[in-house]
């Protein structure tokens, strides 16, 4: 990877970058999505680094599987629970990152997380609105938000809920692939999103990991007039009590392609 510094993508940004960021939310594709929230919290938060502690992702953990009722599915509601924080940090980030080449202070030791009722991230609250990115290759941009924040946090998810990381990897995959379509469609979008795009497709990172978020979802010639968006991975929501198959789940039979349907 390049470790070259590169320039502001949008140097116009530097003036107030919290402004421009929520000024993109105002614009569809985006306005139907939460923004961030910036400047010293005025309700109840957890340090971002508190979810490392084992003792603390254990609690909350069971107090969101509690919610769903006695004997609850541990495994799926940590699965569960992941989809909320995945979200909340992953869409306002990546959309910094795409649409004005700027890198979120979203490192364990600068943000806030506002707890919602079962004990989900219902909210981000950020310090500031972050510094133009440090690297703009390709794939480098993204490495602050995958190798520092979730990579620590899917291992510590799959070490309290004894799940899968690759379940947790495929939740989060879904919700970047969906940054980069969405992004795609901002009138600010200026062609970043494609890297975005590009990093699901790449197999092997160039450090010569594999990359866990390697084709987290598919679009598949099931009949209909366009292909349908089916994830590569269930995330096992179903096991908890009232929730059934999401749309976009490969367990559903509508998702299998014909040959696997017994045709």
Not at 18 to 24: F, I, Q, S, Y
Not at 79 to 104: C, D, M, Q, R
Not at 122 to 135: Q, Y
Not at 164 to 192: D, I, M, R
Request: proline share 9%.
């Amino acid at each position: 990877m390049s470790n070259v510094a590169a320039k502001p993508s949008r140097p116009w940004v530097a003036a107030d970058p919290v402004e421009t960021l929520l000024a993109l939310y105002r614009q569809p594709p985006l306005d139907r999505l939460k923004a961030p929230t910036f400047g010293v919290p005025d309700v109840p938060t957890i340090a971002a680094s508190d979810l490392l502690d084992a003792e603390v992702l254990e609690g909350v953990i069971s107090r969101f599987t509690a919610s769903f009722g006695e004997g609850a599915d541990r495994k799926a509601a940590a699965s569960i629970w992941s989809k909320f924080h995945f979200s909340s940090v992953s869409i306002p980030t990546l959309v910094a990152n795409l649409l004005l080449g700027y890198e979120l202070p979203v490192g364990f030791d600068h943000m806030r997380l506002e707890l919602g009722d079962k004990g989900q991230t219902a909210r981000i609250w950020l310090p500031d609105g972050g510094v133009p990115l440090h690297l703009q290759a390709p794939l480098a941009r993204f490495d602050y938000l995958f190798d520092d924040h979730f990579a620590p946090l899917v291992g510590a998810l799959a070490e309290v809920s004894g799940l899968s990381a690759k379940v947790f990897w495929s939740n989060l995959g879904a919700y970047v692939e969906f940054v980069g379509k969405t992004c795609s469609q901002h009138p600010a979008f200026a062609g970043a999103g494609g890297s975005l795009l590009d990093y699901l497709t790449t197999k092997t990172l160039p450090d010569g990991r594999r990359n866990p978020l390697y084709q987290p979802v598919r679009y598949l010639e099931l009949g209909g007039e366009t292909p349908t968006r089916v994830r590569r991975l269930c995330c096992i929501k179903y096991r908890l009590p009232g929730e059934p198959l999401c749309g976009g789940c490969p367990l559903k039979p509508e998702n299998r392609p014909a040959k696997r349907r017994g045709k």
